[in-house]
């Protein structure tokens, strides 16, 4: 199970930072990822980390405004969200890709948490 928290309504250039709480699963063992959706587009990938934490990646339209970070004692991801704009504007999942040798991965999604940037 993941949840997430944090969403809210901001100005544009405020900031927000949202936190997604794993259980059930090897947390620590997981690939996570940020994802959202806005209205009416599809749900795009905004951020990654890998397990061990050795690397993170970024969309282009949020590198250098967004930090994707992780606590794995407390089973946590963020995302810290700085310089927001509206086209931030969105509903954003957490989601976890748990290896299990080999048969595979499971995956994991939130249930989201709406962010919304008035301009």
């Known amino acids: 199970q993941l949840v997430e928290s944090g969403g809210g309504l901001v100005q544009s250039g405020g900031s927000l930072r949202l936190s997604c709480v794993g259980s059930?699963?090897?947390?620590?063992?997981?690939?996570m990822s940020w994802y959202r959706q806005a209205p009416g587009k599809e749900r795009e990938l905004v951020a990654s980390?890998?397990?061990?934490?050795?690397?993170?990646t970024y969309s282009d339209s949020v590198k250098g405004r967004f930090t994707i970070s992780r606590d794995d004692a407390e089973s946590t991801l963020f995302l810290q969200m700085s310089k927001l704009e509206p086209e931030d504007t969105a509903v954003y999942y957490c989601?976890?890709?748990?290896?299990?040798?080999?048969?595979?991965?499971?995956?994991?999604w939130g249930q989201g948490t709406q962010v919304t940037i008035s301009s």
């Open positions: 980390i890998d397990r061990g934490d050795s690397t993170r």
């Open positions: 059930g699963f090897l947390f620590e063992r997981s690939d």
């Open positions: 989601h976890a890709q748990e290896p299990m040798g080999r048969f595979g991965t499971l995956e994991y």
